[in-house]
C-alpha cells in the first residue's frame, strides 16, 4: 500500500494560487517571521511590517496579498513559521546580527526551509 504524501506548505499555496504567488507568500512569511524577531512580538499591522522591515507599503500589501490568495486559511505567517520552527531561527538570527539587512540576507535561505515544511 503506498504511503500517502505529506503536503507541504509550498505545495498548499501552488495548489491554491500558483508558483509566483506562492513564492512571495513564502518572502512575505519569512519577513513577518524577522519582523516578529526584531519587534519582540507580531506586527500589529501590514504598515508595522512594512516599516520594520523597510519595505515600501504598497510592496508589503501586495506580498500580504500573496499570502492571503495562497493560504487562505491562515490569519498571518505566525502559526506556520512556530510549526515549521521557522520562528525559532529567524529569532537566533536576529539576535546573533542585530541588523535587519544582514538578518534578512541570512534568512533568505529560510523561504525554502519553511515551503518544504510539512503543513499542519
Given at each position: 500500500?503506498?504511503?500517502?504524501?505529506?503536503?507541504?506548505?509550498?505545495?498548499?499555496?501552488?495548489?491554491?494560487?500558483?508558483?509566483?504567488?506562492?513564492?512571495?507568500?513564502?518572502?512575505?512569511?519569512?519577513?513577518?517571521?524577522?519582523?516578529?524577531?526584531?519587534?519582540?512580538?507580531?506586527?500589529?499591522?501590514?504598515?508595522?511590517?512594512?516599516?520594520?522591515?523597510?519595505?515600501?507599503?504598497?510592496?508589503?500589501?501586495?506580498?500580504?496579498?500573496?499570502?492571503?490568495?495562497?493560504?487562505?486559511?491562515?490569519?498571518?505567517?505566525?502559526?506556520?513559521?512556530?510549526?515549521?520552527?521557522?520562528?525559532?531561527?529567524?529569532?537566533?538570527l536576529y539576535?546573533?546580527?542585530?541588523?535587519?539587512?544582514?538578518?534578512?540576507?541570512?534568512?533568505?535561505?529560510?523561504?525554502?526551509?519553511?515551503?518544504?515544511?510539512?503543513?499542519?
Open positions: 500500500m503506498a504511503k500517502k504524501r505529506v503536503l507541504t506548505w509550498a505545495d498548499v499555496g501552488i495548489r491554491n494560487a500558483g508558483f509566483r504567488a506562492t513564492s512571495r507568500a513564502l518572502k512575505f512569511a519569512m519577513g513577518w517571521g524577522l519582523a516578529t524577531a526584531e519587534l519582540g512580538r507580531e506586527p500589529e499591522t501590514v504598515e508595522e511590517y512594512a516599516e520594520t522591515m523597510d519595505e515600501s507599503r504598497a510592496t508589503a500589501f501586495r506580498d500580504q496579498q500573496a499570502f492571503r490568495k495562497s493560504f487562505p486559511a491562515e490569519v498571518s505567517p505566525a502559526r506556520m513559521n512556530e510549526v515549521s520552527g521557522s520562528q525559532d531561527r529567524y529569532d537566533e539576535r546573533r546580527l542585530k541588523d535587519s539587512s544582514k538578518v534578512v540576507s541570512e534568512a533568505q535561505g529560510l523561504i525554502f526551509s519553511l515551503g518544504a515544511s510539512p503543513a499542519a
